[in-house]
C-alpha cells in the first residue's frame, strides 16, 4: 500500500491544505493519505482565543469528513514533547511494516529539510515529495536543493491557491474567511469562539483597542501604527482637533493593510463593500476603503474617525481637519524616512493644510516616477488646495 504522510499545524484546517493534500493522493496514486495535526511546543505562549491541541484535531476531522482514502491521526498530538517527523515516521513503520511511505511538504519546509532533527532516519523510511506553488524560479530552486542534499524527492506543482493560516485568522477577527475554510470548520471556529470572533470590538477602551489592533497587523507594520498614533493625537492637540478621534483614527487607519490585493477584495466581497472603479483597479489603495469600512461595522466607530481612514491614502478635495491631520500623521510619523519628509515635519506644525498639500505632492511626484495612475481623489484634492489658495508659498 502507498501512503502519504501529510503534517502542519493546521491552525485553522483550510481549504488550501485540504484540496493541496487531495491533489497530492491523486497524483502521487495514494492508497491512503494521513493527515497529521502538529503538536506545539510546550514552551510556547498561545494567544488568547488559540485552540487546544483537541480542537485542532477536531476541525482537521471535520475538514477532511467524507473524502475517500484520507485518515486523520493523534499520534503527534499524544507523544509528549516537541513534534519531531523522523519520530513520526519511526512510529508508521513499525505501524505499516511493509507498506511505501511518501513524506508530503511545502517549499519552504524542503529548503530547510537538511536541517532538520535526523533527517536521514527520516530519509530511511519514507521517499519525500514536495508540493510548491510554482513561483517563478521555484521549480528551479527545487531541483537545485535536490542536487546539493542528495535526497530523492518528487516534485508537485500546487494548482490550489496558497493561502496562509495567518491571514485566515486575521480574516476571522475581521468577519470573513468563509470562503477559504469548510462550512463545518467555519461553524466550529464561530461555535467555540476560537481566534476571538466571538469578541465584540465595538467600545473599546483605548488600551483594549490598541491590543486589538496590534494582534491584527503584521509585526513590521506596528511601530508605524504606534508613531502615527502618537503624532496625530499631538497634532491635534495643537490644533484643537479631538485627541481621541485622532488616536483611534491613527490606531485603525492601516488596519487590513496585511491583507494583499486579492484577500482585499476578497474582504470586500464578503462584506458587500461596494468599490469604486479605481479601488477595484488598484487593490494596494483599497485598504483605506475596506480600513473604514472595518472600522464602522467591526469596531463601532464615529463617522469623523471613519471618514479619516477613508481618506488617508489618495486624500479627497475639502478635508476636514482630523483628515488633514491623519493624511499627514501617516507621511510624517517618526518612522517615515524619505527625502523632504523634514519639511513636511516642520511646516505640519505650522499649516496642516499646507502641510496635506505637500503630501499630495510628494504622493503625484511618486506615483508619477513609479509610472502609476493617480487616483481622481488625489488630483480633486490637490486642485482643490490650489483653487482655494493653498498652493505652495
Ligand atoms: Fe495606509
Ligand atoms: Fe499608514
Known sequence: MKIGIYGGSFNPPHLGHIRGAVYAKEKLGLDKLLLIPAGLPPHKELASGSPTARQRLEMV??????IPGVEISDMELLRPGKSYTYQTVEALREIYPGD???????????????NWTYPERIIAHCEL???????????QRLLEHREKIGYPCRFLENPVTDISSTQIRRMLRLGCAGEFLNEKVAAYIRANGLYRTGEDCRNLSEEALEETVVSLLAPSRVAHVLGCRDTAVALAKHYG???????RAALLHDITKALDGPLQLTLARE??????EFSAKHPKTLHALTGSWIAQHIFGEN??????????????ANMNLLEKIIYVADYMEPNRNFPGVDSLRELAWQDITQATRMGLE?????????????????????QYL????HGPA
Not at 515529495?129 to 521549480?139: F, M, N
Not at 462584506?271 to 469604486?276: K, P, T
Request: net charge negative.
Open 61 to 66: 476531522r471535520l475538514a477532511a469528513e467524507g
Open 100 to 114: 511505501e511511505l511518501i513524506l508530503i511538504m511545502g517549499t519552504d519546509m524542503y529548503l530547510c529539510f537538511e
Open 129 to 139: 515529495a514536495v508540493l510548491y506553488r510554482g513561483e517563478k524560479g521555484e521549480r
Open 241 to 247: 482637533a479631538d485627541p481621541t478621534d485622532a488616536a
Open 271 to 276: 462584506h458587500g463593500i461596494i468599490l469604486d
Open 303 to 316: 463617522q469623523a474617525v471613519v471618514e479619516a481612514i477613508r481618506w488617508h491614502t489618495t486624500g479627497k
Open 362 to 382: 510628494f504622493t503625484l511626484e511618486h506615483l508619477k516616477n513609479q509610472g502609476s495612475e493617480v487616483s481622481p481623489e488625489s488630483k480633486q484634492a490637490l
Open 386 to 389: 490650489m483653487d482655494t489658495g
